[in-house]
T-cell receptor, first 114, second 116 residues
Framework: DGGITQSPKYLFRKEGQNVTLSCEQN?????MYWYRQDPGQGLRLIYY???????QKGDIAEGYSVSREKKESFPLTVTSAQKNPTAFYLC?????????????FGPGTRLTVT | AQSVTQLDSQVPVFEEAPVELRCNYS??????LFWYVQYPNQGLQLLLK??????LVKGINGFEAEFNKSQTSFHLRKPSVHISDTAEYFC??????????????FGKGTHLIIQP
């Protein structure tokens, strides 16, 4: 079955530690996205990638970093510079980044930092 | 830049009653419109989309939406809801200027609560 996997589902970290969230897709999609979801805030775009070895900042990129070394993978690192990292993180992909293509979402990772 | 407003953060409805979830957008160019559903602690799933053509769009699970260009709205409707429809619903708009994609902009979501 084609789809997007995110791991782990729940992640706990101490303040000051960097943490990397995994996102893998086997849909052969060029574009991939990372969103942050907070209660009542909807989805906010962190980073997106149109193609391998290329990515752009979204609306709230500060304190986050990404890489896109393979088409299938788009890991997100939450650094210690992110002031309020506790949130639900969603990864998505689409055929390419043109907005008439729907985005397919993974199941999400809930990160708690204490 | 485009924006999306979902007018209600919560909508309580009795089971088997009809429901309408409202979505308005602002954009100076042509738009593509989407409704997604999110069940608790899960990712988003596409309900339906409007790209062009007929303004009435039918989606999964008995949902439909109507694109109204003059009112810049894309309201989601279902004639009879079930307990299983309890979820968060997101409206999203995409804009393509030709010079580069601007991605999707999501509304803040509407929590649909079905009461028995």
């Amino acid at each position: 079955d084609g789809g997007i996997t995110q791991s782990p589902k729940y992640l706990f970290r101490k303040e000051g530690q960097n943490v990397t969230l995994s996102c893998e897709q086997n849909l052969n999609h060029d574009a991939m996205y990372w969103y942050r979801q907070d209660p009542g805030q909807g989805l906010r775009l962190i980073y997106y990638s149109q193609i391998v070895n290329d990515f752009q900042k979204g609306d709230i990129a500060e304190g986050y970093s990404v890489s896109r070394e393979k088409k299938e993978s788009f890991p997100l690192t939450v650094t210690s510079a992110q002031k309020n990292p506790t949130a639900f993180y969603l990864c998505a992909s689409s055929i390419d980044d043109r907005p008439f293509y729907e985005q397919y979402f993974g199941p999400g990772t809930r990160l708690t930092v204490t | 830049a485009q924006s999306v407003t979902q007018l209600d953060s919560q909508v309580p409805v009795f089971e088997e009653a009809p429901v309408e979830l409202r979505c308005n957008y602002s954009s100076s160019v042509s738009v593509y419109l989407f409704w997604y559903v999110q069940y608790p602690n899960q990712g988003l799933q596409l309900l339906l989309k409007y790209l062009s053509g007929s303004t009435l769009v039918k989606g999964i699970n008995g949902f439909e939406a109507e694109f109204n260009k003059s009112q810049t709205s894309f309201h989601l409707r279902k004639p009879s809801v079930h307990i299983s429809d309890t979820a968060e619903y997101f409206c999203a708009v995409g804009v393509y200027s030709g010079g580069g994609a601007d991605g999707l902009t999501f509304g803040k979501g509407t929590h649909l609560i079905i009461q028995p």
